[in-house]
């Protein structure tokens, strides 16, 4: 049976199967140039770190992002944090019975129950351009952000993250209403709403998992695009763009 990442010590030596997250081939500062492969492995526990030394034309060739891996290797300590060394590695046959579902890590709460509620966030801010503005933006993410993920590695990296990442933060925006009265809770629900909402935007992603950043996201980045978006919405719907709650969004 497949070694879950999470429970990796530093000595095991393991065999299993894996999804390759991120991939980059490199090559050694020594005198003699050597070609590797810099990867990160990832199933549903989480992700880490791997080198494959000595890696040939072919394996360069050969494998790549959301590729299924069957890895024999080591897990070794590399600057106080854990590293697989790969020892062999190839890519899955049917045969070997896996699929990628088996790999990926979701949202501890399905986007069924996650969206209603963020739904009803939105409808229960009383001023209306606020509001207006919250439903223009999200309707841009609206096909994608049950499946993306809140980032690439950092924080809920996997299938609903952004979601999930959002109702909990709305969780914590409510109660610090209730303990301070005195805020304006329609922009913390829209600050809320908003601050990540660029990010499926920002990042290619497939099954929950950031295989790389688009142009936007590269050049621009997803709090200048939510930016945009609130201007965007702002002129579509006729609100001045001098007013406060543009200046506060």
């Given at each position: ?14 065999v299993?199967?894996y ?13 003699v ?12 526990s ?5 080198k ?17 891996v ?16 790969v ?9 070997n ?13 399905g ?42 590695s ?44 660029a ?51």
């Amino acid at each position: 049976m497949t070694a879950l990442i999470k429970g990796f010590k530093d000595g095991d030596e393991f065999v299993g199967f894996y999804l390759i997250k991120e991939i980059e081939a490199k090559q050694t500062n020594s005198s003699v140039k050597k070609d590797y492969l810099d990867l990160v492995l990832a199933d549903s526990s989480g992700h880490i770190s791997a080198k494959f030394w000595n890696a040939s034309k072919t394996d360069i060739e050969t494998f790549f992002p959301m590729c299924l891996v069957k890895v024999q290797g080591v897990v070794q300590v590399y600057r106080d944090k854990l590293q697989d060394k790969v020892l062999r590695i190839r890519k899955t046959v049917e045969q070997n019975g896996v699929s990628i579902t088996n790999f990926i890590r979701s949202a501890p709460i399905g986007a069924e129950e996650l969206l209603p509620v963020i739904h009803q966030a939105v409808s229960s801010i009383t001023n209306n351009d606020i509001r207006a503005i919250v439903t223009f933006c999200f309707e841009k993410v609206k096909d994608t952000i049950q499946s993306a993920p809140a980032a690439k590695s950092h924080h809920h990296a996997y299938f609903g993250g952004l979601a999930y990442h959002i109702v909990r933060m709305l969780e914590l925006g409510e109660f610090i209403c209730r303990q301070r009265p005195f805020l304006n809770s329609d922009l913390i629900k829209a600050g809320i709403i908003l601050h990540d909402i660029a990010k499926p935007a920002e990042m290619i992603s497939e099954y929950g998992i950031v295989i790389d950043y688009g142009n936007q996201g590269k050049l621009v980045g997803h709090i200048s695009m939510a930016t945009n978006w609130i201007t965007e919405a702002a002129i579509k719907l006729g609100i001045d763009l001098e007013s406060n709650v543009i200046m506060a969004l």
